[in-house]
């Protein structure tokens, strides 16, 4: 009968056939079938190294997404499995879950889960010395002492008994030859001490204290929530979210702190280093390829408990995450526009969700998005007012630019140079601050009108007059800053337009010539000097900075009670509808620099504008009407978060190529529903490395379905040919 037959089914079913799809780091849309090789043991998550063509790749085995004919005989072997944890299923529902939000190949985003290339396989062991029994034939002192320590039967490495026993090398190689230590092997030792969530007694401050409590009580949990922590720079926020971190750690969990300028914030290792005894480890782009390889695997082996890393740092392997932090949430370095385009803070969240554990997005400027997803109660918002130790906000007044004019030739208002001469005498330190590197945006002649331009892409060569260069800031290109017009031949006739941070120095150095005066920009070097230059300030060497937005991330520089800022309209200009909150975040940043030491302090606007809602909501400090407006506008144009975005960038090394594919792929757009497609128009920068761009914007109501109306559009329209390239962008930054 039937269940005698279902019986017999379960006990003579076959083996399961030994074939596992694979994902490969590439852009296939779909993961390659494997044989695996009798003996080997595989399962959802593994890492292998995987024949392709004539080469070997690392891939990982995938979840078996049904359907994927193979043909046995042309299957090919696994070649072997890595020795290291394999992807959890978490993990892996993740990486499923961004490649089809972005409308991206799972292998490409899988590629960012395994950016480490030698890890995969064990480090190796170290070798050491453990005591043998045997005793040495003369007892000198310092073999007592080497012997003393080792007796006990512990395994010590050959440099680490020495040293602890205050001894030379020799000694210990002395006692080896004699019998007196076996060779033993090691494990290596962990990349950094385990962080101890006790280490201090917490010394949080009332409002402080309050907001942590809530925090641990309502959010610390295996369950998914968010939470914004919103408080005026300086008022606590890190200090808040460390005990966050403490209690997610006394639950034996790992904790991931995102943070949009790692590589810069030294001084964010050593603010951890103080409240719980060691650092976390550090993952972004600028770290030793072997250190690279040491934190991926210890982080999957869970030996690293802290991560601080950049938005990449979302994809790495936790054995056990439980708390991420997304600290500058409204940062747009979240946002990577590279072959996978994706908003890191918004992934942590899904992570988080898929994973079931909190997440904690922290700002004193919160993004428009963050700030409607708490007033619509879908996270939970603390709010922190108030600077610690009342130290007051920076004072801020706008300088009226058509009425306080500079001297010809100046950028600098008499306002602001006198306030900087007081701070001078102060003894304090002013920043002045001009998101432009370089000297001038814009170079021309003034006897022919020509103006420098890229030759391969839609923007001016900027002056860098310390190098004798003009550059590209789309593609690098720089050629030596000419002497004559290429277009009239005209000798000494070019005039630089505008100033970049270079300029302004010059200008400073005029004014105060007995002044320290620092350019900090991201061309004086690289990270190593970036850092150093940033102690340096925080140390009081500098009197006058001049800095691009590098200087407004997360910096503590005690004696800075001035910050100027140059031109507070230059990020409105350009017609972004997120124009307006950029300059708002970036301003306050900048601004919040000062005086974060209780010492009184002051910033100074310089605009054109000074009836404009950001200039007034920053003088007045009114944080709420400004979101209000902004909401408030977002909200009748339908725009995110009230509605949906996406951008297509087509792009070809021809105008025509790329304007003709971008209207056929308009024309095939599923017509009817409630998703509309605008353009295709110029795309913002129309031309890059000389290939023309051309954008459609896709727009739809906030509950629909985006990404399967993409799909159909793509699939529908015209094949990319060869050197067509098409780049959806899912929630675009500039829209
Ligand atoms: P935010 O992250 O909001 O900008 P921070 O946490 O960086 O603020 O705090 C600003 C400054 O005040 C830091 O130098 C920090 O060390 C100090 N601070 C804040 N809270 C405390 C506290 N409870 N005890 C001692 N110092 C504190
Ligand atoms: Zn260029």
Same mark, same amino acid.
């Given at each position: ?111 960012? !889960? ?97 907001? !942590? ?193 500079p001297e010809r030739g100046g950028f600098l208002s008499p306002?602001l140079l006198r306030a900087v001469g007081k701070t001078l005498e102060?003894?304090?330190q002013s920043l002045l601050f001009l998101?432009r590197r370089g000297y001038a ?22 002056e860098h007059r310390f190098r004798g ?27 630089a337009?505008?100033p970049g941070v270079e300029r302004i120095a010059e200008e400073v150095e005029r004014h105060f010539p007995d002044a320290r005066t620092l350019v900090l920009s991201?061309d004086i ?8 230059e940033?102690?340096a300030v925080?140390?009081?060497e500098a009197d006058i900075v001049i800095g691009t937005?590098?200087v ?10 001035l910050?100027g800022?140059i ?169």
């Amino acid at each position: 009968d039937d269940s005698t037959s279902l019986f017999a089914n379960l006990i003579e079913a076959p083996e399961p056939a030994r074939v596992v799809p694979v994902l490969v780091p590439m852009p296939a849309p779909v993961a390659y079938s494997y044989r695996v090789p009798d003996g080997m043991a595989v399962e959802p998550g593994s890492i292998v190294q995987i024949p392709l063509g004539s080469r070997k790749v690392v891939g990982v085995v995938w979840d078996d997404q049904g359907g994927n004919p193979v043909d046995e005989k042309k299957l090919r072997p696994l070649e072997k499995v890595f020795d290291c944890p394999p992807l959890s299923r978490e993990m892996r529902m993740f990486l499923d879950w961004v490649a089809a939000y972005t409308l991206s190949p799972p292998g490409l985003v899988a590629r960012m !889960a395994l950016r480490a290339p030698a890890a995969f396989d064990p480090e190796p062991m170290i070798e050491g010395l453990r005591f043998s029994g045997q005793t040495p034939e003369k007892l000198t002192a310092s073999r007592k002492k080497v012997l003393d320590l080792s007796q006990d039967g512990l395994s010590w490495t050959r440099s680490g008994l020495a040293h602890a026993a205050g001894v030379s090398l020799s000694v210990v190689d002395g006692l080896s030859k004699q019998g007196v230590f076996e060779t033993v092997f090691l494990p290596p030792p962990p990349l950094v001490a385990a962080p101890d969530p006790d280490y201090i007694a917490s010394r949080l401050a009332g409002e402080q204290q309050e907001a !942590a409590d809530t925090i641990i009580e309502t959010a610390i949990d295996d369950r998914f929530s968010v939470t914004l922590i919103d408080g005026v720079t300086g008022s606590g926020k890190t200090e808040v979210y460390f005990e966050a971190i403490a209690e997610t750690l006394r639950r034996g969990k790992q904790v991931l702190i995102l943070l949009p300028e790692i590589a810069l914030t030294a001084d964010f290792l050593e603010r951890f280093q103080d409240r719980f005894g060691s650092k976390p480890a550090e993952w972004h782009s600028e770290l030793a390829t072997k250190t690279r390889e040491k934190v991926w695997r210890q982080t999957a082996t869970g030996d690293v408990r802290v991560v601080a890393g950049a938005r990449s740092a979302l994809f790495l392997p936790f054995e056990d995450l439980g708390l991420i932090i997304v600290d500058e949430e409204h940062d747009p370095a979240y946002k990577q526009e590279d072959r996978v385009f994706y908003n890191a803070r918004d992934m942590a969240v899904v992570r988080a969700r898929i994973a079931g554990f909190p997440v904690i997005l922290v700002s004193a400027t919160p993004s428009v998005e963050s700030q409607v997803n708490s007033q619509q109660g879908r996270y939970s918002r603390i709010h922190l007012p108030t600077r610690f130790a009342d130290a007051a906000l920076p004072d801020l007044h706008l300088v009226d630019m058509r009425r306080h004019a500079p001297e010809r030739g100046g950028f600098l208002s008499p306002i602001l140079l006198r306030a900087v001469g007081k701070t001078l005498e102060k003894k304090e330190q002013s920043l002045l601050f001009l998101n432009r590197r370089g000297y001038a945006p814009l170079t021309l002649c003034r006897v022919c009108g020509h103006r420098f331009q890229c030759p391969q892409c839609s923007s001016w060569l900027v002056e860098h007059r310390f190098r004798g260069q003009i550059q590209c800031h789309q593609c690098g290109y720089a050629e030596r800053t000419p002497e004559a017009c290429p277009e009239c031949g005209t000798f000494d006739h070019l005039v630089a337009c505008g100033p970049g941070v270079e300029r302004i120095a010059e200008e400073v150095e005029r004014h105060f010539p007995d002044a320290r005066t620092l350019v900090l920009s991201s061309d004086i070097g690289g990270v190593k000097r970036l850092r150093l230059e940033f102690e340096a300030v925080a140390k009081g060497e500098a009197d006058i900075v001049i800095g691009t937005q590098l200087v407004a991330k997360g910096h503590n520089f005690p004696l800075m009670t001035l910050v100027g800022i140059i031109d507070a309209d230059i990020g409105l200009a350009n017609g972004d509808p997120r124009a307006a909150e950029r300059t708002y975040q970036l301003l306050s940043q900048v601004t919040g620099r000062a005086g974060r030491t209780g010492r009184k302090s002051h910033g100074l606007l310089q605009t054109f504008q000074p009836q404009h809602p950001v200039m007034q909501a920053l003088v007045l400090g009114d944080a709420e009407a400004f979101y209000d407006r902004e909401i408030g506008e977002r909200e009748r144009g339908q725009l995110p978060p009230f509605g949906r975005l996406a951008s297509i960038i087509v792009s070809a090394d021809n105008r025509i190529d790329a304007e003709g594919h971008a209207r056929q792929l308009r024309q095939a757009a599923p017509v009817g529903g409630s998703i509309s497609v605008l353009g295709p128009a110029e795309a913002p920068l129309a031309l890059i490395r000389g290939r023309y761009r051309f954008r459609l914007l896709v727009h739809g109501p906030r509950q629909s379905d985006l990404q399967s109306f993409l799909k159909a559009m793509l699939e529908r329209g015209p094949k990319e040919r060869r050197s067509l390239h098409v780049q959806v962008d899912i929630d675009p930054q500039s829209f």
